[in-house]
């Protein structure tokens, strides 16, 4: 089965009382364009992100709103912020770094940064047919210029999601890989 490569920047999701706390009361965020999964989109609205003295300007919030607020930075962010964020499954915040969120109208602090781990999106439907399930962590090959072989993939399995593979822009520039590559799952 070929799967479809999507990459992804640092990025933010945030729950509804910080989406108010950083933009202001009743405040909803704008839609600049749709990403890969369903349902989900990349925002007008950017933020900083900040330790100490350290920060990274202009990232991007993703939509729509969680339950809880996530930041999803790549491992060289670790080492302009001067923090060790963990790479977790996205969705599991225990354990997160602390990171200062700033926006002009407010901020907000807390247990929020991450690096996202490499994973792959497929239907249950799709993940039987492959003979894994959700939960798995699998190698896959990344066919371009220098093809790859990515270990410890993994498996996010729903029936509302799309089928794609997400790594981060570094992990793409290490593997010389780029949107509209494919993988394939290795037994």
């Excluded at 210029?145 to 996010?156: K, P, S, T, Y």
């Excluded at 822009?169 to 509209?180: H, L």
Aim: aromatic share 10%; proline share 4%.
């Amino acid at each position: 089965m070929r799967i479809p490569l999507w990459i992804s920047n640092r990025h933010i999701h945030l729950s509804p009382s910080d989406v108010e706390k950083l933009f202001g009361k009743w405040y909803e965020l704008k839609v600049l364009k749709d990403i890969s999964q369903p349902g989900q989109f990349a925002c007008e609205e950017t933020v900083t992100l900040s330790w100490e003295k350290w920060k990274i300007e202009k990232v991007r919030v993703v939509g729509p709103t969680r339950k809880t607020t996530q930041v999803e930075i790549m491992l060289g962010d670790n080492f302009v912020l001067w923090i060790n964020a963990p790479i977790k499954v996205s969705g599991d915040i225990s354990g997160l770094e602390y990171i200062r969120i700033l926006w002009p109208v407010g901020e907000v602090y807390g247990p929020f940064a991450m690096v996202s781990q490499r994973h792959l999106h497929c239907t249950v439907k799709e993940a039987q047919e492959m003979g894994i399930q959700d939960g798995d962590v699998i190698q896959l090959h990344v066919w371009g210029v220098r093809g790859v072989m990515f270990e410890n993939v993994a498996v996010r399995s729903r029936d509302d999601y799309a089928l794609d593979f997400h790594i981060d822009i570094e992990e793409a520039n290490a593997a010389g890989v780029k949107p509209g590559d494919w993988a394939e799952l290795t037994k």
